[in-house]
C-alpha cells in the first residue's frame, strides 16, 4: 500500500513528516509526498496525524502511488481507498488534477470530459487511437490502475557560491570581477558546468534571476562571464546590487573527436557567444532557426534556438564527404587564399533555367520576400496585366483566432509579381508577398 | 470536388505545384572566402540565388546564416525548396543596417559556418550609401582566409569594390500557363570577377 500526505501549505514539514513512517518517499509536485506504508500502527499514526494536523493537510492511503496522491489532493482529510474501489473513490475529482498536457486537456475539454469519472468511462481502444499511449496511460490514471514503483529523489551535490556586498553595487563593472571571482570558484569544484543560475540580491529586496542553459558543457570562465555580462547589460537590474549568488549544474566535460572529413560547423562554446552578442544587437526572439508549425496557416513558424551539433548530420559524414568531393572545385579569386572553390559549378554564361528534376528538386512555391505584417492594400491602384486565383483557405474557425481568406498571385504592368489577398472576416486587401 | 466546368465556374481550382525556377548555375560560382554580391530590382530573382544557395549548403551537412535586415525571409518557401531550415540561423534585424553589418560582422568572427548571407535588398538605397566603406572592408578582411562565403544581397552595388564576385540579376519573364502562375525565369550576368 502506498500513502500520500498533502498539504497546501509550504511550510509544513511534509518531507519529514513521510521519513517517519518510511525512508523511500517520492516528492511529488505541488506539495504532496508518497510513501510506502504496510503496518496497521503506521496508518493508524497517519490517521492520527491528519486529524490533529493543521487545516488543509490531507492523506490518502490507496494500492498505487498514483491513485493515493489523487486521492489527498481531491479528496481531503483522510481517506483509505480498499483494493478494487480506486475508481469509484476518484470518479468525482475534476480533471484538472491529472496533470494532462494542454493540448489533450483542451481536446478532452472539448469532447465534454470533466471528472476522472467520465474520463475512466470512455473506451480504452477509442482513447488510445485518438490521444495515443498518453491517452491510454491518463485513462488508467483515471481509473486508479496505472501501476508503477516509487521513484526516491537522490540528493544531489550542489555548487554554489555566494558573496554578500559591504556596499551596494551599481556598476557592471565591479560586477563582473566579483562574477569572475565566484566563477573561479565554481570552476575549481566541477569540471563542466552544463547550467548556471545567477541571483542578485537588490537594495530593494527584490531578487534578479537568471538561468543559463548551455548548448554543450563549458569551463571556460571567460566564455561563462562574458554570457553573463551580455545578459546584465541587456537586462540591467532595477537597484543596487548588495548580494551575489551563483550556482553551477555540473557536467562531465565534451569529448569530441574531430574528423579530416566532418562538414563545417561552429564551435559550440563560440556560436553561444555569438548568439549571445547578436541577440543583445536584435533581441533573443529575433535570432534561431526557423520551424514550420504544422497548420495550414499562411506563413506560421516559431523561432527554434539554434543549435549547430553534428547530431544533425542524418546522413554519414563520410557519404558527405565524398558527395562534396564529387562537386567541381576550382581556384579561388586572387587575394582569398582559403577557397575552396566555388559552389555552383563554373559556367561562362549563366541563365537561370528550369532544372533538371533530377537535380533540382521542384520548387512549391517560386521563392517569395514575404512583408510582415501584411501591407494593406485597401486604396492602392495598380495596373495588373494578369492574375491567377482566387485560392480560398480558411482554418482554425474552431479557435478564437479562425482566419479565411481568397488569395491572388498577380503580375503588374512593370513586370513585378506579387501574392495578395482578401481577408474574408474584414472584406479587406493586404500585398502578402512578392516573387523574387 | 466537382467536374472542371464546375470548379471553373465557382472560380476555385487547386493548385498547381509551380514551375521549377531555380537559378541552377552562376557565373564564376560562390567563392569561399571572399564576399559576392548579388544585386538587381525586386523581382529580379536575388532570393531565388540565395535560396539554391543555402540549399546547396545545407545539403553539404554545413550550416549557413541569414541576415535579414528588412525580415523578409519565408521559411515556407525556403523550405520548399529544399533548404533545410534546421540548419539555418536567420537573424531578424527589423530594417536597421547597422545590426545587420554588426551581426554579419560577428557572425564571420565566430566562424564555422559555410555560408552567411547578409540581405540588406529592401533597405532604402540612400541608407545602403551612407554605410562607410570602411564596413565593407572590414568584413572583406574578417572572410579572407576562411572557408565561409559571404552573399550581399542589395538593389543597387554598394559593396562592388570590396566584392571578389559581383552578379546583377535581371529577371526575363513570369511563366503563365492556363492563367496559372508558374514561376519566373531569371538570369543572372556576372559584372565583376577578380581572375584567380
Given at each position: 500500500m502506498f500513502a500520500a500526505?498533502?498539504?497546501?501549505?509550504?511550510?509544513?514539514?511534509?518531507?519529514?513528516?513521510a521519513r517517519s513512517f518510511s525512508p523511500f518517499v517520492e516528492r511529488s509536485s505541488g506539495q504532496t509526498v508518497v510513501f510506502d506504508i504496510s503496518s496497521r500502527n503506521a496508518l493508524e499514526r497517519l490517521q492520527k496525524l491528519c486529524a490533529g494536523a493543521a487545516a488543509g493537510v490531507s492523506a490518502a492511503v490507496a494500492r498505487n502511488p498514483d491513485t493515493a496522491i489523487y486521492a489527498a489532493r481531491g479528496l481531503g482529510g483522510f481517506t483509505r481507498i480498499a483494493p478494487g474501489r480506486?475508481?469509484?473513490?476518484?470518479?468525482?475529482?475534476?480533471?484538472?488534477?491529472?496533470?494532462?498536457?494542454?493540448?489533450?486537456?483542451?481536446?478532452?475539454?472539448?469532447?465534454?470530459?470533466?471528472?476522472?469519472?467520465?474520463?475512466?468511462?470512455?473506451?480504452?481502444?477509442?482513447?488510445?487511437?485518438?490521444?495515443?499511449?498518453?491517452?491510454?496511460?491518463?485513462?488508467?490514471?483515471?481509473?486508479?490502475?496505472?501501476?508503477?514503483?516509487?521513484?526516491?529523489?537522490?540528493?544531489?551535490?550542489?555548487?554554489?557560491?555566494?558573496?554578500?556586498?559591504?556596499?551596494?553595487?551599481?556598476?557592471?563593472?565591479?560586477?563582473?570581477?566579483?562574477?569572475?571571482?565566484?566563477?573561479?570558484?565554481?570552476l575549481k569544484r566541477v569540471e563542466a558546468v552544463a547550467a548556471l543560475r545567477l541571483r542578485l540580491t537588490l537594495e530593494n529586496g527584490a531578487a534578479h534571476e537568471r538561468s543559463l542553459r548551455l548548448p554543450v558543457p563549458m569551463r571556460d570562465p571567460r566564455t561563462l562571464l562574458k554570457l553573463l555580462q551580455l545578459y546584465?547589460?541587456?537586462?540591467?537590474?532595477?537597484?543596487?546590487?548588495?548580494?551575489?549568488?551563483?550556482?553551477?549544474?555540473?557536467?562531465?566535460?565534451?569529448?569530441?573527436?574531430?574528423?579530416?572529413?566532418?562538414?563545417?560547423?561552429?564551435?559550440?562554446?563560440?556560436?553561444?557567444?555569438?548568439?549571445?552578442?547578436?541577440?543583445?544587437?536584435?533581441?533573443?526572439?529575433?535570432?534561431?532557426?526557423?520551424?514550420?508549425?504544422?497548420?495550414?496557416r499562411p506563413g506560421a513558424f516559431v523561432m527554434r534556438r539554434f543549435a549547430a551539433t553534428?547530431?544533425?548530420?542524418?546522413?554519414?559524414?563520410?557519404?558527405?564527404?565524398?558527395?562534396?568531393?564529387?562537386?567541381?572545385?576550382?581556384?579561388?579569386?586572387s587575394g582569398t587564399s582559403g577557397g575552396l572553390g566555388p559552389v555552383f559549378p563554373q559556367a561562362s554564361r549563366v541563365e537561370a533555367v528550369k532544372a533538371a528534376p533530377d537535380r533540382w528538386p521542384p520548387y512549391r512555391e517560386p521563392p517569395q520576400r514575404v512583408f510582415r505584417p501584411p501591407r494593406q492594400a485597401d486604396g492602392i491602384w495598380r495596373n495588373v496585366v494578369q492574375a491567377a486565383g482566387p485560392w480560398r483557405t480558411s482554418g482554425d474557425w474552431w479557435t478564437a483566432d479562425p482566419w479565411a481568406r481568397d488569395q491572388w498571385d498577380v503580375a503588374l504592368a512593370d513586370g513585378s509579381l506579387y501574392r495578395i489577398f482578401r481577408d474574408l472576416a474584414s472584406e479587406r486587401w493586404f500585398l502578402e508577398a512578392s516573387y523574387d | 470536388m466537382g467536374t472542371p466546368a464546375l470548379r471553373d465556374f465557382l472560380g476555385f481550382r487547386a493548385k498547381p505545384p509551380a514551375e521549377v525556377i531555380p537559378v541552377e548555375r552562376i557565373p564564376g560560382g560562390l567563392v569561399r572566402g571572399a564576399v559576392t554580391e548579388i544585386c538587381g530590382p525586386a523581382g529580379s530573382g536575388r532570393t531565388s540565388l540565395l535560396i539554391a544557395a543555402l540549399r546547396e549548403i545545407t545539403a553539404r551537412q554545413e550550416f549557413c546564416a541569414l541576415v535579414d535586415s528588412s525580415d523578409a525571409f519565408d521559411p515556407h518557401s525556403a523550405a520548399g525548396a529544399g533548404v533545410e531550415?534546421?540548419?539555418?540561423?536567420?537573424?531578424?534585424?527589423?530594417?536597421?543596417?547597422?545590426?545587420?553589418?554588426?551581426?554579419?560582422?560577428?557572425?564571420?568572427?565566430?566562424?564555422g559556418f559555410g555560408l552567411v548571407a547578409l540581405d540588406l535588398a529592401d533597405l532604402d538605397p540612400g541608407a545602403l550609401r551612407r554605410i562607410p566603406p570602411a564596413s565593407w572592408y572590414r568584413l572583406r578582411r574578417a572572410i579572407e582566409n576562411t572557408p565561409t562565403i559571404l552573399l550581399v544581397l542589395d538593389r543597387e552595388p554598394v559593396a562592388r569594390p570590396c566584392a571578389s564576385v559581383a552578379l546583377e540579376m535581371q529577371r526575363q519573364e513570369a511563366v503563365w500557363s492556363d492563367r496559372l502562375f508558374q514561376g519566373m525565369r531569371f538570369e543572372a550576368v556576372c559584372r565583376k570577377r577578380k581572375a584567380g
Amino acid at each position: 500500500m502506498f500513502a500520500a500526505l498533502h498539504s497546501p501549505d509550504s511550510s509544513f514539514p511534509l518531507l519529514e513528516c513521510a521519513r517517519s513512517f518510511s525512508p523511500f518517499v517520492e516528492r511529488s509536485s505541488g506539495q504532496t509526498v508518497v510513501f510506502d506504508i504496510s503496518s496497521r500502527n503506521a496508518l493508524e499514526r497517519l490517521q492520527k496525524l491528519c486529524a490533529g494536523a493543521a487545516a488543509g493537510v490531507s492523506a490518502a492511503v490507496a494500492r498505487n502511488p498514483d491513485t493515493a496522491i489523487y486521492a489527498a489532493r481531491g479528496l481531503g482529510g483522510f481517506t483509505r481507498i480498499a483494493p478494487g474501489r480506486e475508481a469509484e473513490a476518484l470518479r468525482n475529482l475534476p480533471l484538472g488534477l491529472l496533470g494532462a498536457a494542454p493540448g489533450i486537456r483542451e481536446t478532452l475539454e472539448r469532447w465534454g470530459v470533466r471528472t476522472f469519472g467520465e474520463l475512466g468511462a470512455l473506451p480504452e481502444k477509442g482513447i488510445v487511437e485518438r490521444l495515443g499511449a498518453e491517452g491510454g496511460r491518463l485513462r488508467k490514471l483515471a481509473r486508479g490502475e496505472f501501476e508503477r514503483p516509487l521513484v526516491p529523489p537522490e540528493d544531489e551535490p550542489r555548487f554554489e557560491e555566494e558573496m554578500d556586498l559591504e556596499h551596494p553595487l551599481e556598476l557592471l563593472e565591479p560586477l563582473s570581477f566579483l562574477l569572475a571571482r565566484l566563477l573561479d570558484q565554481l570552476l575549481k569544484r566541477v569540471e563542466a558546468v552544463a547550467a548556471l543560475r545567477l541571483r542578485l540580491t537588490l537594495e530593494n529586496g527584490a531578487a534578479h534571476e537568471r538561468s543559463l542553459r548551455l548548448p554543450v558543457p563549458m569551463r571556460d570562465p571567460r566564455t561563462l562571464l562574458k554570457l553573463l555580462q551580455l545578459y546584465l547589460q541587456a537586462h540591467p537590474p532595477e537597484a543596487p546590487i548588495v548580494k551575489v549568488w551563483i550556482s553551477a549544474e555540473a557536467s562531465k566535460p565534451r569529448a569530441l573527436q574531430h574528423g579530416l572529413f566532418l562538414p563545417l560547423a561552429p564551435e559550440p562554446d563560440q556560436l553561444e557567444l555569438t548568439l549571445a552578442r547578436i541577440a543583445s544587437l536584435a533581441g533573443e526572439a529575433n535570432v534561431g532557426s526557423p520551424e514550420l508549425c504544422d497548420t495550414h496557416r499562411p506563413g506560421a513558424f516559431v523561432m527554434r534556438r539554434f543549435a549547430a551539433t553534428r547530431s544533425l548530420n542524418r546522413r554519414s559524414t563520410l557519404s558527405a564527404a565524398y558527395r562534396t568531393a564529387g562537386r567541381p572545385l576550382g581556384r579561388a579569386p586572387s587575394g582569398t587564399s582559403g577557397g575552396l572553390g566555388p559552389v555552383f559549378p563554373q559556367a561562362s554564361r549563366v541563365e537561370a533555367v528550369k532544372a533538371a528534376p533530377d537535380r533540382w528538386p521542384p520548387y512549391r512555391e517560386p521563392p517569395q520576400r514575404v512583408f510582415r505584417p501584411p501591407r494593406q492594400a485597401d486604396g492602392i491602384w495598380r495596373n495588373v496585366v494578369q492574375a491567377a486565383g482566387p485560392w480560398r483557405t480558411s482554418g482554425d474557425w474552431w479557435t478564437a483566432d479562425p482566419w479565411a481568406r481568397d488569395q491572388w498571385d498577380v503580375a503588374l504592368a512593370d513586370g513585378s509579381l506579387y501574392r495578395i489577398f482578401r481577408d474574408l472576416a474584414s472584406e479587406r486587401w493586404f500585398l502578402e508577398a512578392s516573387y523574387d | 470536388m466537382g467536374t472542371p466546368a464546375l470548379r471553373d465556374f465557382l472560380g476555385f481550382r487547386a493548385k498547381p505545384p509551380a514551375e521549377v525556377i531555380p537559378v541552377e548555375r552562376i557565373p564564376g560560382g560562390l567563392v569561399r572566402g571572399a564576399v559576392t554580391e548579388i544585386c538587381g530590382p525586386a523581382g529580379s530573382g536575388r532570393t531565388s540565388l540565395l535560396i539554391a544557395a543555402l540549399r546547396e549548403i545545407t545539403a553539404r551537412q554545413e550550416f549557413c546564416a541569414l541576415v535579414d535586415s528588412s525580415d523578409a525571409f519565408d521559411p515556407h518557401s525556403a523550405a520548399g525548396a529544399g533548404v533545410e531550415l534546421e540548419r539555418l540561423l536567420w537573424v531578424r534585424c527589423g530594417g536597421n543596417a547597422g545590426h545587420a553589418l554588426k551581426a554579419a560582422d560577428l557572425l564571420l568572427a565566430g566562424g564555422g559556418f559555410g555560408l552567411v548571407a547578409l540581405d540588406l535588398a529592401d533597405l532604402d538605397p540612400g541608407a545602403l550609401r551612407r554605410i562607410p566603406p570602411a564596413s565593407w572592408y572590414r568584413l572583406r578582411r574578417a572572410i579572407e582566409n576562411t572557408p565561409t562565403i559571404l552573399l550581399v544581397l542589395d538593389r543597387e552595388p554598394v559593396a562592388r569594390p570590396c566584392a571578389s564576385v559581383a552578379l546583377e540579376m535581371q529577371r526575363q519573364e513570369a511563366v503563365w500557363s492556363d492563367r496559372l502562375f508558374q514561376g519566373m525565369r531569371f538570369e543572372a550576368v556576372c559584372r565583376k570577377r577578380k581572375a584567380g
